[in-house]
C-alpha cells in the first residue's frame, strides 16, 4: 500500500487517469482555452486538438472519426443511443431486446420506454452470465426496432456472442446497440467485425478522465437527438465541446491501443494469481461465469455464509465492490447473480475483484492471504 491507502481493486468502477492523459489535459488548460466552434486562430486550435482526439478514439474502435460522437459519458450514450432509436423508428416498430444483466443505464432506460409505450424483451443468461444469440433471433419480431446487449458484464466479465448477435441483427435488418463501457482496452473492439450500429464509450473505464464519452454511430443511421441547441458535433449534440476531458480521453484511448497486449497480460496475470489463491486456499467459495469467456481483468468470487459487507468492513486494507448490498436493513444480491442462479448463501458474500495496470503483482498476493485469512476468521465466529 502506498501513503497508507488500500490496495485498488476496484478498476471496473472506474480507473486513475494515465500520466499521457494529464499531461495533454494540463497543455489544453493553459494553451486552448478557445471554443471549437468560434472561427478564429483560438477556435481552430481548440476545434484541431477535438478532432485529433476523435481521430484517436475511431482507431481504437476501427471506424471512421466522423462516426465518433463526443458525449458526457457512458450513461448519456447509452441513454441517446436507445432512446434516439425508439422515437426515430416509432413508425416502423416498438419492440426493444435487450438482456436481465445490463448495466442500469441501459435497463432503466428500457424501463422508461417502456412507460412511453414501447414493448420490451428481457432475455435471460446462462449460469455462465452469457446471452443466447439464438434467444435473441426466437425474439425479434416485425415490430423489433433495437437490440441493445452490453460486450461485456461489469460484474462478472462474462463477455457477450456480439459478432453472433451482429450478424443476425444485420440479417434481419434491425438496430443493434452494444454498452462496451467494459471492454475497450480490456478486449479486442473492432465495430465493423462486431456488426454493430451503435456502442458506448466510456473515457474513465480506459485511464481516462470521467464526465467523458462516446457513441459510435454507423454512418446513415439516424437518432432522435438528445440534446438541442446550436450546431455542435456536426449537429449531432448539442453543447460547446468539452475540449480539456475530450483531449485526455483521445490521450487515454491512443495509450490503451498501442499498449493492449501488455496491459491485458498483466491484467490477466494478476488476476489469475487472485484467483489460484483464493481457490487453492480451501475456502468454500465458487466463481461466477466463464474462467476463459471473460474479461482478462475481472473476478466475481462468492464466499458460502458470509455476507460480503462483513468481509470488506473488515478489509480496510483494499478497495472493492462487492455483489450485494443493504437497503433499510435487508440484505440483497445484485439482479446479474440473481439472473445466473447463483445460490443466495453464496451471493450474498460476492467480491467483485477487478485488477488493472497499476496494480502489482506483489500487492495481488498481499491481497488474496488478507481476503483468505479475513474469510477464515468470519467463518469461525
Known amino acids: 500500500m502506498e501513503n497508507n491507502l488500500p490496495i485498488y481493486l476496484d478498476y471496473n468502477a472506474s480507473t486513475p487517469i494515465c500520466e499521457e492523459a494529464c499531461e495533454v489535459m494540463k497543455n489544453v488548460i493553459t494553451e486552448c482555452f478557445g471554443?471549437?466552434?468560434?472561427?478564429?486562430?483560438?477556435g481552430r486550435m481548440a476545434s484541431d486538438k477535438v478532432e485529433l482526439a476523435r481521430k484517436k478514439v475511431s482507431l481504437l474502435l476501427g471506424c471512421k472519426s466522423t462516426e465518433v460522437v463526443f458525449t458526457s459519458g457512458g450513461t448519456e450514450s447509452n441513454n441517446w443511443a436507445?432512446?434516439?432509436?425508439?422515437?426515430?423508428n416509432k413508425h416502423k416498430g416498438n419492440h426493444i431486446i435487450t438482456s436481465r444483466i445490463e448495466h442500469p443505464a441501459v435497463i432503466e432506460v428500457c424501463k422508461y420506454l417502456h412507460?412511453?409505450?414501447?414493448?420490451?424483451?428481457?432475455?435471460?443468461?446462462?449460469?455462465y452470465g452469457?446471452?443466447?444469440?439464438?434467444?435473441?433471433?426466437?425474439?425479434?419480431?416485425?415490430?423489433?426496432?433495437?437490440?441493445?446487449?452490453?460486450?461485456?458484464?461489469?460484474?462478472?466479465?462474462?463477455?457477450?456472442?456480439?459478432?453472433?448477435?451482429?450478424?443476425?441483427?444485420?440479417?434481419?435488418?434491425?438496430l443493434f446497440h452494444v454498452d462496451a463501457s467494459q471492454s475497450i482496452g480490456k478486449i479486442a473492439v473492432d465495430v465493423e467485425k462486431l456488426g454493430?450500429?451503435?456502442?458506448?464509450?466510456?473515457?474513465?473505464?480506459?485511464?481516462?478522465?470521467?464526465?467523458?464519452?462516446?457513441?459510435?454511430?454507423?454512418?446513415?443511421?439516424?437518432?432522435?437527438k438528445f440534446m438541442h441547441g446550436a450546431n455542435h458535433e456536426r449537429g449531432f449534440r448539442a453543447g460547446t465541446e468539452n475540449v480539456i476531458e475530450i483531449v485526455g480521453f483521445g490521450e487515454a484511448a491512443e495509450v490503451a491501443r498501442i499498449d493492449f497486449e501488455k496491459n491485458v497480460f498483466h491484467m490477466q496475470e494478476t488476476r489469475d494469481i487472485l484467483k489460484n489463491m483464493i481457490l487453492n486456499s480451501g475456502i468454500d467459495c465458487i466463481v461466477n461465469g466463464y474462467s476463459q469467456n471473460c474479461l482478462p481483468n475481472t473476478l466475481s468470487i462468492s464466499f458460502k455464509d458470509i455476507?460480503?459487507?462483513?468481509?470488506?468492513h473488515s478489509l480496510p486494507e483494499i478497495a472493492a465492490s462487492s455483489g450485494s448490498a443493504c437497503h433499510s436493513g435487508c440484505v440483497d444480491y445484485s439482479t446479474v447473480l440473481k439472473a445466473m442462479n447463483v445460490p443466495s448463501e453464496y451471493a450474498l458474500g460476492t467480491l467483485r475483484l477487478s485488477t488493472g495496470k497499476y496494480l502489482s503483482k506483489e500487492d495481488v498476493v498481499v491481497v488474496a492471504n488478507l481476503i483468505v485469512k479475513t474469510v477464515r476468521e468470519l467463518v469461525v465466529r
Open 35 to 42: 471554443n471549437p466552434s468560434s472561427d478564429h486562430v483560438y
Open 82 to 88: 436507445i432512446k434516439g432509436v425508439a422515437f426515430a
Open 115 to 127: 412507460g412511453q409505450g414501447f414493448e420490451v424483451t428481457y432475455l435471460p443468461v446462462d449460469k
Open 130 to 174: 452469457t446471452v443466447s444469440a439464438k434467444d435473441v433471433e426466437d425474439s425479434i419480431t416485425e415490430e423489433t426496432i433495437l437490440v441493445s446487449i452490453m460486450h461485456a458484464n461489469n460484474e462478472t466479465g462474462a463477455i457477450q456472442p456480439i459478432e453472433e448477435i451482429g450478424k443476425i441483427t444485420r440479417q434481419k435488418g434491425v
Open 196 to 224: 454493430v450500429d451503435l456502442l458506448s464509450v466510456a473515457a474513465h473505464k480506459l485511464y481516462g478522465p470521467k464526465g467523458i464519452g462516446a457513441l459510435f454511430i454507423k454512418e446513415g443511421v439516424i437518432l432522435e
Open 307 to 312: 455476507l460480503a459487507g462483513d468481509i470488506l
